[in-house]
C-alpha cells in the first residue's frame, strides 16, 4: 500500500530557530510531492511542488527536498516566526496509477513560541 | 481571481437528508477534485474528474455522487447522508498540461455535521 508519513506529529520551537519537518513515502516511483500549510479552520495553501525530476525548491524562508530512492522529503524552514505556526502536510502523487491523486500525510503540527 | 470557492461554509443536516457541496474554480484548470478531511485519518479522496465530461472514484466514494457541471464548477451529493459523512469537505483544482504539472490548489471546506 502506498503511504505517506511525517514524523513528529507535533514540533514546539522558539521564535528564530531553523527547523526541518519529515515527509516519507512507501513507493520511490513518484509523480511529484507536495508541501501544504493548513491553518486551524481553514483550507490548504500549496507551498512548495517538487516534480520527480527535481531534488530542491526554494521559496523565500522555506527549502523542500526531495530523495527519490530513500523516500524522503524535508521542509526547511529558516529563522521561524510565530506567524509560521500552522499544521504542515505532505501529499505524493505515486506514479503506476492514477497521477491525479494526492496521498496525504497527516501532518506536522508546529508552533512558534515568541 | 478568487481561486478555488466553496459553498456553503457551514452545514449541519438530519440523518437521511440530502444535500449538494456546490465548488467553482476561475482560475480555467482542468482536473478537479473532492476530498475529506477527518482527524486522525488525513485528507482522502472521494471522487476526481480529469477533464470536463470525466469523472472517477477515489478511495471512498460510497455514499456520494458528483457531476461536472462545466469546466469551472464540479458538485459533490449526499443522497442520504449518514453521521459517518460528518467531516470537512475540500474541493480543490490543478492544471496537468503546464508545468508545474498537477499542482493542486484547494477551496476554504465545507463543514458538515450530520446528527
Known amino acids: 500500500k502506498q503511504e505517506v508519513t511525517q514524523i513528529p506529529a507535533a514540533l514546539s520551537v522558539p521564535e528564530g530557530e531553523n527547523l526541518v519537518l519529515n515527509c516519507s513515502f512507501t513507493?520511490?516511483?513518484?509523480?511529484?510531492l507536495q508541501w501544504f500549510r493548513q491553518d486551524p479552520g481553514k483550507g490548504l495553501t500549496s507551498l512548495l511542488l517538487i516534480q520527480s525530476s527535481q531534488r530542491e525548491q526554494t521559496s523565500g524562508r522555506l527549502n523542500a527536498s526531495l530523495d527519490k530512492s530513500s523516500g524522503r522529503s524535508t521542509l526547511y524552514i529558516a529563522a521561524s516566526q510565530p506567524g509560521d505556526s500552522a499544521t504542515y502536510l505532505c501529499?505524493?502523487?505515486?506514479?503506476?496509477?492514477?497521477?491525479?491523486?494526492?496521498?496525504f500525510g497527516k501532518g506536522t503540527l508546529l508552533t512558534v513560541n515568541p | 481571481n478568487a481561486g478555488v470557492t466553496q459553498t456553503p461554509k457551514f452545514q449541519v443536516l438530519k440523518t437521511g437528508q440530502s444535500m449538494t457541496l456546490q465548488c467553482a474554480q476561475d482560475m480555467n484548470h482542468n482536473s478537479m477534485y473532492w476530498y475529506r478531511q477527518d482527524p486522525g485519518m488525513g485528507l482522502r479522496l472521494i471522487y476526481y474528474?480529469?477533464?470536463?465530461?470525466?469523472?472517477d472514484k477515489g478511495e471512498v466514494p460510497n455514499g456520494y455522487n458528483v457531476s461536472r457541471l462545466n469546466k469551472r464548477e464540479f458538485s459533490l451529493r449526499l443522497e442520504s447522508a449518514a453521521p459517518s459523512q460528518t467531516s470537512v469537505y475540500f474541493c480543490?483544482?490543478?492544471?496537468?498540461?503546464?508545468?508545474?504539472?498537477?499542482?493542486?490548489?484547494f477551496g476554504p471546506g465545507t463543514r458538515l455535521t450530520v446528527l
Open positions: 480543490a483544482s490543478s492544471e496537468l498540461g503546464t508545468l508545474p504539472y498537477n499542482e493542486q490548489f
Open positions: 501529499a505524493v502523487s505515486f506514479s503506476g496509477g492514477s497521477n491525479y491523486k494526492l496521498t
Open positions: 513507493d520511490s516511483a513518484i509523480y511529484n
Open positions: 474528474s480529469a477533464s470536463e465530461g470525466t469523472t
